[in-house]
């Protein structure tokens, strides 16, 4: 018995030691594979920037026509100091955001009750998808006529560019509740609160935050269509500017600029999504 409860005691240990040393392993595979591509990421950037300012050297482009990108960083840093870039990403990052947030959230209420009404959607689906048939190019002219030049015309156009792709989603979402958990939490008497906080909205969000990141990006350019219409500010004004007075270096600095900021919402949106979804993890 002594040398029972010995041989368990060993077993027990090298079990214990075999468990810190794989997740020390793993976490150590994580990291590695983390720097390997923050180093992937930065050596492609840098040969992207050599292949382009080798092509301006070799076809000696004028600067009108493509400029280097060494002009392009002194026309960032000269906008970047005089405020002018800032205040102009400030007015379009506004109208994202208030945009994306109107578009949003009406796609969301109108899409979840399209799918719990049947009726409502063969009523409403063929007017939203001739909406969506639309170019909103063809849209932002009449929006800025209807409602202005000022700042509504831009959310407007942003509201209308992620309303359909959110409204799919949130249909999608919703639908995909599998029916049994249906069937348990009506055995169980759960009210309709109840029903909808905890099980359809833990079900559908993963396919909501999908359509949540699409969304940041088209609102970004909804943003710079109506600016192209008709705007005295934002990155799409400086866009238009930098054309008309053959400014290519400021052109490159507002498109590089919205990038950015598209690409910040899209990681700000992967954040909250590996927040709300670190349950699946757990679970899995």
């Known amino acids: 018995m002594m040398l029972l409860n010995m041989l368990h005691k060993h077993a027990a240990r090298l079990t214990r030691v075999a468990s810190r040393l794989s997740l020390r392993t793993s976490s150590l595979t994580l990291q590695a594979f983390r720097r390997a591509r923050v180093l992937m990421t930065a050596l492609g950037l840098a040969l992207f920037l050599l292949g382009w300012e080798a092509l301006v050297r070799w076809q000696d482009y004028a600067p009108y026509v493509l400029p280097g990108p060494g002009l392009v960083w002194r026309k960032f ?3 970047l100091a005089d ?3 800032l205040w102009h990403s400030t007015i379009t990052l506004g109208e994202v955001v208030a ?3 109107l578009g949003v959230g009406v796609a969301i209420l109108l899409g979840y009750a399209i799918a719990k009404s049947h009726l409502l959607d063969q ?3 063929p007017y939203l998808v001739a909406l969506q048939a639309v170019p909103i190019v063809a849209l932002a002219p009449l929006l800025i006529i209807w409602v202005g030049f000022g700042a509504w015309s831009k959310i407007l156009v942003c509201a209308l560019t992620v309303f359909f792709p959110m409204l799919i989603n949130t249909g999608v979402g919703i639908r995909s509740v599998e029916p049994d958990l249906v069937a348990l939490m009506r055995s169980l008497r759960a009210s309709r609160w109840q029903m ?4 359809e909205v833990p079900s559908a969000l993963p396919v909501l935050l999908a359509g949540l990141k699409v969304s940041v990006t088209l609102a970004v350019i909804g943003a710079v269509v109506g600016e192209f219409v008709g705007a005295d500010r934002g990155l799409g004004f400086l866009v238009n500017l930098g054309r008309n007075l053959l400014d290519t270096p400021l052109m490159f600095v507002a498109l590089l600029t919205l990038v950015a900021l598209a690409l910040c919402l899209y990681g700000l949106v992967s954040l909250l999504e590996r927040w709300l979804l670190r349950w699946m993890k757990d679970e899995g």
Do not use: D, K, R
């Open 77 to 79: 840093a000269i906008v």
């Open 123 to 125: 009523l409403l689906s």
């Open 196 to 199: 909808f906080t905890l099980l």
């Open 83 to 85: 405020g002018t870039l």
């Open 99 to 101: 945009g994306l947030a």
